[in-house]
């Protein structure tokens, strides 16, 4: 190895790792592995260390460093090819690189800027990467608030602690004018649903306005609550551009709006920070402009990391793929970021994780299953709102197969007697 690059590597037992985050990357190199990695370190931190006829070195503080890097293998088809790293065979590897806090501090965009920015991602050398993980230390994640609500804050205004909870997407994802959207929610609301949220493509539109929407959905929803007995939650979508977010905040919550949802992604981590500082309800995330960071299996980043850095930046729910086909993510990935969810992680709150994707009644027992918890919601769009019978029956159905679980019935037995969930397994049951 060249003398110059030995200083982008340590021993973790050798450096305070408090002062240090650490990021797990695969790279693919048709070069020597330790060279790239070395490479690595040195164009996301120092890159050039020191000035032309100064007698400096900004390494010892500055420069990122291997703690750890494994080959695990080889492949004559990389998966992405770069002009500069061509070869016969590709080494993949895993590398774990410490990287100085001081060089960003406590700001997610810079954070980011150096763990998947112009230095890792364009390293001479390097096919393709994926940033796998990123390991905080606690002097850091003690600087962040994370949720203030949090899964205990949303369970104690649903007063829910002893199920999964329901949280419906109104359909035409599109939406609907103010008046027709209330109605749905409400019958929602009767047939037992938790929450009802505006889908990801329902913002503050001409047709739809978020101040009449919300005010419509309110007024039913406080007589659905009236009726039932049970509090409920609307998640209205305040994403918009970064200048009006504080505005539609304050407006859905003078309104006696319950719950926001932003677009986490295409607004940025950064404006989600913010408004978690200043929100007065719980906030929730849905993952849109995730899939083209994540589904690449070896370029760009995992979905895990950018669930933690949505928990990290104060989202109090995290919508995000669910299990089954449709939304292309793995059980074991699904399971890993309710997980992150839910895990304990220093002072910061757990966040209530709402896998999604085409769910129905149908979907509970194996959702309760894989998960192991009672500690996530539902995300159903048709399952409710496509219910043959309508919302209500669809709303009924899902609280129906929950009944089912806690008898420890089949849900085919349980129809027997519940036609809502009997209408419910003929509509959605081959699906």
Same mark, same amino acid.
């Given at each position: 190895?060249?003398?110059?690059?030995?200083?982008?590597?340590?021993?973790?037992?050798?450096?305070?790792?408090?002062?240090?985050?650490?990021?797990?990357?695969? $790279?693919?190199?048709?070069? =020597?592995?330790?060279?790239?990695?070395?490479?690595?370190?040195?164009?996301?931190? &120092?890159?050039?260390?020191?000035?032309?006829?100064?007698?400096?070195?900004?390494?010892?503080?500055?420069?990122?460093? /291997?703690?750890?890097?494994?080959?695990?293998? @080889?492949?004559?088809?990389?998966? +992405?090819?770069?002009?500069?790293?061509?070869?016969?065979?590709?080494?993949?590897?895993?590398?774990?690189?410490?990287?100085?806090?001081?060089?960003?501090?406590?700001?997610?965009?810079?954070?980011?800027?150096?763990?998947?920015?112009?230095?890792?991602?364009?390293?001479?050398?390097?096919?393709?990467?994926?940033?796998?993980?990123? #390991?905080?230390?606690?002097?850091?994640?003690?600087?962040? =608030?994370?949720?203030?609500?949090? +899964?205990?804050?949303?369970?104690?205004?649903?007063?829910?602690?002893?199920?999964?909870?329901?949280?419906?997407?109104?359909?035409?994802?599109?939406?609907?004018?103010?008046?027709?959207?209330?109605?749905?929610?409400?019958?929602?609301?009767? !047939?037992?649903?938790?929450?009802?949220?505006?889908?990801?493509? +329902?913002?503050?539109?001409?047709?739809?306005? &978020?101040?009449?929407?919300?005010?419509? /959905?309110?007024?039913?929803?406080?007589?659905?609550?009236?009726?039932?007995?049970?509090?409920?939650?609307?998640?209205?979508?305040?994403?918009? *551009?970064?200048?009006?977010?504080?505005?539609?905040?304050?407006?859905?919550?003078?309104?006696?709006?319950? %719950?926001?949802?932003?677009?986490?992604?295409?607004?940025?981590?950064?404006?989600?920070?913010?408004?978690?500082?200043?929100?007065?309800?719980?906030?929730?995330?849905? $993952?849109?402009?995730?899939?083209?960071?994540?589904?690449?299996?070896?370029?760009?980043? @995992?979905?895990?990391?950018?669930?933690?850095?949505?928990?990290?930046?104060?989202?109090?729910?995290?919508?995000?793929?669910? +299990?089954?086909?449709?939304?292309?993510?793995?059980?074991? #990935?699904?399971?890993?970021?309710?997980?992150?969810?839910?895990?304990?992680?220093?002072?910061?709150?757990?966040?209530?994780?709402?896998? !999604? !994707? %085409?769910?129905?009644?149908?979907?509970?027992?194996?959702?309760?299953?894989?998960? =192991?918890?009672?500690?996530?919601?539902? /995300?159903?769009?048709?399952? /409710?709102?496509?219910?043959?019978?309508?919302?209500?029956?669809?709303?009924?159905?899902?609280?129906?197969?929950?009944?089912?679980?806690?008898?420890?019935?089949?849900?085919? *037995?349980?129809?027997?007697?519940?036609?809502?969930?009997? =209408?419910?397994?003929?509509?959605?049951?081959?699906?």
């Amino acid at each position: 190895m060249k003398d110059e690059n030995k200083s982008f590597f340590a021993n973790s037992s050798d450096i305070d790792m408090e002062k240090y985050c650490v990021f797990k990357y695969y $790279f693919e190199t048709p070069f =020597n592995v330790e060279e790239t990695a070395a490479h690595l370190c040195r164009e996301q931190s &120092t890159a050039l260390w020191k000035r032309v006829n100064y007698d400096e070195d900004f390494r010892p503080e500055h420069g990122a460093k /291997v703690i750890d890097l494994k080959i695990i293998g @080889t492949t004559k088809t990389p998966s +992405l090819i770069a002009l500069h790293a061509k070869g016969d065979v590709y080494n993949k590897a895993i590398v774990k690189i410490a990287h100085p806090t001081i060089n960003f501090g406590t700001k997610l965009p810079n954070l980011m800027t150096a763990a998947c920015g112009e230095g890792a991602f364009f390293t001479p050398g390097i096919n393709s990467i994926k940033l796998l993980d990123i #390991e905080f230390p606690k002097s850091y994640t003690n600087e962040f =608030n994370g949720p203030r609500f949090g +899964l205990g804050g949303i369970r104690k205004i649903l007063n829910v602690y002893d199920r999964p909870l329901v949280c419906g997407v109104v359909k035409p994802n599109i939406g609907l004018k103010p008046k027709d959207f209330a109605e749905l929610a409400y019958k929602a609301y009767l !047939g037992g649903i938790d929450a009802t949220k505006d889908d990801e493509m +329902l913002s503050d539109v001409k047709y739809s306005p &978020t101040k009449e929407r919300v005010a419509a /959905v309110i007024n039913l929803m406080h007589k659905a609550e009236d009726k039932t007995g049970e509090k409920k939650i609307f998640i209205a979508n305040i994403t918009d *551009e970064v200048d009006k977010i504080l505005e539609l905040h304050d407006m859905v919550v003078e309104l006696g709006g319950n %719950s926001v949802m932003l677009n986490a992604m295409t607004i940025g981590l950064s404006a989600a920070r913010m408004l978690s500082k200043h929100s007065k309800v719980p906030i929730f995330s849905h $993952f849109d402009f995730i899939a083209p960071y994540t589904r690449h299996p070896n370029f760009g980043l @995992t979905t895990q990391v950018m669930t933690k850095l949505q928990r990290l930046s104060g989202f109090d729910g995290i919508i995000m793929p669910g +299990l089954g086909d449709r939304m292309n993510t793995t059980t074991e #990935e699904v399971k890993d970021n309710v997980n992150i969810c839910l895990s304990k992680w220093g002072n910061i709150k757990s966040s209530l994780p709402v896998p !999604g !994707g %085409s769910d129905w009644a149908g979907s509970l027992q194996n959702m309760y299953n894989t998960f =192991n918890t009672k500690d996530f919601s539902m /995300v159903p769009g048709r399952g /409710v709102f496509g219910h043959p019978d309508g919302p209500e029956s669809g709303a009924r159905s899902i609280r129906q197969a929950w009944e089912a679980i806690e008898k420890n019935v089949g849900i085919n *037995e349980y129809a027997q007697s519940h036609k809502e969930l009997a =209408n419910a397994i003929a509509a959605f049951g081959s699906k």
